[in-house]
C-alpha cells in the first residue's frame, strides 16, 4: 500500500492570505489527484499531475508534483471564504487518499 | 457534472438490519469504489472493482459485500447493521485502462445505526 500523508492537517487563515498544503510519501506515483470536499458532499476533483516537476493552475490553485514523484503541493493565492472544504490527495493503483488538510477561511 | 448517483442519500435504521446502499454511474466507467468516511475524516476504502465479476476488498471490508454484475451498478449490502456502521458511504467510479485513476464521486450515504 502507498501511504499518503498530507499537511497540515488543521488550517485556518484570513481572507486574502496565501498558504500552501503538502502532500508526501516514501513511493513513486505515476499520478496524484487532488480533490475538495465540502461537509456533506463527495470529493471533487481539481486537478491530476502526472509529470516529476510538473505546474498546474487553476486560478488562484497553484498544483505542484515533485520531481521524484513521491510529494505535491497545493498553494492558493489570496484565499476566499470560497475555499473552506477539506482538500485531498490521492494516488496509486489502489487509489488510497491522504487523511486531507482541513482548511477555513475566515472573512 | 459527474453522472453518478447514489441512494439513499439517508437512512436511520436500527441494529441488527439488513441494508443495501445503491451506486449507479452512467458515465460506462470500468473501476468502481465505495469509501466510509466519518465527517472531517479521512476516507477509507471498503471495496472495489476493476469491471464486471470483478470485486476486491479494501481496508474495511469485513463487515460488508459488494456484487458487481452490471457496468453501471455497485451496490453495497451490510448484512448485519450495528451503531459502529454510522457513517458517510461514497461511492466513485473511474476510466479503466490506461488511465489517472481520476474518480468521479456521488453525493454520498448518510447512515445512523441506532
Known amino acids: 500500500t502507498q501511504l499518503l500523508e498530507q499537511s497540515p492537517q488543521f488550517l485556518s487563515i484570513q481572507e486574502g492570505e496565501n498558504l500552501t498544503v503538502y502532500c508526501n510519501s516514501s513511493?513513486?506515483?505515476?499520478?496524484l489527484q487532488w480533490y475538495r470536499q465540502e461537509p456533506g458532499e463527495g470529493p471533487v476533483l481539481l486537478v491530476t499531475v502526472v509529470t516529476g516537476g510538473e505546474v498546474k493552475k487553476l486560478k488562484r490553485l497553484t498544483f505542484q508534483f515533485g520531481d521524484a514523484r513521491k510529494d505535491s503541493s497545493l498553494h492558493i493565492t489570496a484565499a476566499q471564504t470560497g475555499d473552506t472544504g477539506l482538500y485531498l490527495c490521492a494516488g496509486g493503483n489502489d487509489m488510497r487518499f491522504g487523511a486531507g488538510t482541513r482548511l477555513t477561511v475566515k472573512p | 457534472e459527474a453522472d453518478i448517483y447514489q441512494t439513499p442519500r439517508y437512512l436511520v435504521i436500527g441494529t441488527g438490519k439488513k441494508i443495501t446502499l445503491e451506486c449507479s454511474q452512467t458515465m460506462g466507467h470500468d473501476k468502481m469504489y465505495w469509501y466510509q468516511q466519518d465527517p472531517g475524516m479521512e476516507l477509507h476504502l471498503i471495496h472495489y472493482s476493476y469491471g464486471v465479476n470483478s470485486t476486491e476488498k479494501g481496508d474495511l471490508s469485513s463487515e460488508s459485500t459488494v456484487s458487481r454484475i452490471r457496468t453501471e451498478h455497485f451496490p453495497l449490502t451490510l448484512e448485519s447493521a450495528r451503531p459502529s456502521h454510522t457513517s458517510q458511504y461514497l461511492c466513485a467510479s473511474s476510466f479503466g485502462g490506461i488511465s489517472y485513476n481520476e474518480q468521479f464521486f456521488g453525493p454520498g450515504t448518510r447512515l445512523t445505526v441506532l
Open positions: 513511493s513513486v506515483f505515476s499520478s
